[in-house]
């Protein structure tokens, strides 16, 4: 597997992670523990030395899985987790809680499910309007000083506050979706953190999977399954937007790739500091995934790409009211 530095921060992962979120939450039922185990090892075999977590999913199952599968393995692997949600009296999320000493706390109880001394990259998985960013940084400053903490990470944050953090704490990377659906970042996010020197670690770079072509206006997702609540991913506007994965499909077939594979090689072929971690709970799908490092897009496959995009209106809003409200612009 072909390595990636993320950030002026030198962080060194494989090029493409492996996103684990899927495995215990959003994407319909937990999948058996012993199995998904199995695929992380399976994992790390195959060259993935970058694994995403967050406390809110499952809520903390997420985190248990991925310190169970890697505890064998952790001196070879990168891990990184995400604060910056609150919990009532039965774990389930309560909002929104950047406080500092709830950061501290939950960091704490992060590394004992995650079964190491150290979270390798911490980001806040959403901005968290009542606390002043600064005060965020700070304290994972003190973290880092405290060697609990390697490098900090935001999560769908804006330009704004991305700033206010890096002033107090450099920022290692940057996670927000991207793809070839969804480009916002490339107009003031992305020159944002190249000016800074920080790392890009988009997620649903599949487009939840529907970019794989094998999502269509007839799938039924699972009642559990968030996929239900996106705009984007309804049946009239999957059927709107066919358009795009026939465009992907058809360069697949011209470059004797899946269009999962154009879909991440395009991403890759963006910039040298792009780490997608596409998820995964299936062997094959992630062999799929990681041998995308080896198409080579030339300039008129990404020209043809980029130009057909364009012209290619998507249909539906990326997240339901309730979660756009969480993301910082």
Known sequence: MKKRTLGNGRLEVSAIGLGCMGMSFS?????DKTEMIALLRAAVDRGVTFFDTAQVYGPFTNEELVGEALAPVRDQVVIATKFAFGFD??????????????IRRM???????????????????????SVPMEDVAGTVKELIQQGKVKHFGLSEAGVKNIRRAHAVQPVTALQSEYSLWWREPEEQILPVLEELGIGFVPFSPLGKGFLTGKIDETTQFDATDFRNTVPRLSPENRKANQGIVDLVAAVAARKRATPA????????????WFVPIPGTTKLSRLEENLAAVDVELNPADLRELDEATSRIEIHGARYSEVSQRMVDR
Do not use: C, F, M, N
């Not at 994407?27 to 999948?31: E, H, L, Q, T």
């Not at 879909?263 to 890759?268: D, E, Q, R, Y």
């Open 89 to 102: 009296a039965e774990g389930k999320p309560s909002g929104l809680d950047s406080r500092p000493d709830h």
């Open 261 to 272: 594979q154009i879909a991440l090689a395009w991403v890759l072929a963006r910039k040298p």
């Open 27 to 31: 994407y319909g039922p937990p999948k």
């Open 107 to 129: 960091t704490d109880a992060s590394l004992k499910r995650l079964r190491t001394d150290v979270i390798d990259l911490y980001y806040q998985h959403r901005v968290d309007p």
